[in-house]
């Protein structure tokens, strides 16, 4: 069964560092996401991204966040500057272009360690 | 805002009974969706229910919506050990879901 993976499955990285976490989504999917959850809260939306534009973003989603699909299979986040409080599980979703009802596949997620 | 708002946030039985969890939201929806997460690791779709609908099956879950309370409930029947995550509800108006708080489920043999 096609599914979402992410990579790396665990990023550690130092306070001001860049990092680019990377998603491929189910091949034939159109619509795609990010979600955040810091350790013992909620999934919380980021972005949404669709026909190489953002749908949707939330407030989370400030100017040190950016998305892109730099190729036809890859999707990926990128932090231009890490803060302590970025440490959170990051998850990509994906979902195709069928109307409603739909489900969005999630990928195992990737720890991101701010140190 | 949406926010999805479950209960009990914990929840402990023994194999073989059954689990309820209860999910509330504030705002018009589309679609209200549960999720289950092991222990740190990725969310697993279990079951869409739309707004139209008022209950839904799935194996041994049983979804109920009901949107004049703007309430819904997970029933995990006969519980395994296995079943042991937390469960989140999701909802959606636009294109993003709304995640609630979850409800940690432990199932002990």
């Known amino acids: 069964e096609p599914e979402v993976t992410q990579t790396p499955s665990h990023q550690v990285t130092q306070m001001g560092q860049e990092v680019i976490l990377r998603c491929v989504p189910i091949?034939?999917?159109?619509?795609f996401y990010w979600y955040r959850q810091i350790l013992g809260q909620k999934v919380e939306f980021l972005v949404s991204?669709?026909?190489?534009?953002?749908?949707?973003k939330s407030e989370i989603f400030d100017d040190q966040f950016s998305v892109e699909r730099p190729d036809g299979s890859n999707f990926t986040l990128k932090i231009r500057s890490t803060k302590l409080e970025d440490s959170a599980m990051y998850f990509c979703?994906?979902?195709?272009?069928?109307?409603?009802?739909?489900?969005?596949?999630f990928g195992p997620g990737t720890r991101l360690t701010v140190t | 805002s949406q926010q999805g708002e479950e209960d009990p946030q914990a929840l402990s039985i023994q194999e073989g009974e059954n689990a309820t969890m209860n999910c509330s939201y504030k705002?018009?929806?589309?679609?209200l969706q549960w999720y289950r997460q092991n222990s740190g690791r990725g969310l697993v779709h279990l079951i869409l229910?739309?707004?139209?609908?008022r209950e839904k099956h799935s194996g041994r879950l049983r979804v109920t919506l009901d949107t004049s309370k703007k309430s819904s409930s997970l029933l995990i029947t006969a519980s395994r050990a296995a079943d042991t995550a937390s469960y989140f509800c999701?909802?959606?108006?636009?294109?993003?879901?709304?995640f609630g708080t979850g409800t940690r489920l432990q199932v002990f043999p």
């Open positions: 999701a909802t959606d108006l636009t294109d993003k879901l709304i």
């Open positions: 705002t018009s929806i589309n679609n």
């Open positions: 991204f669709y026909n190489n534009e953002i749908s949707e």
């Open positions: 091949s034939n999917h159109l619509y």
């Open positions: 979703a994906s979902r195709d272009l069928v109307g409603q009802p739909y489900e969005q596949y």
């Open positions: 229910i739309r707004s139209n609908e």
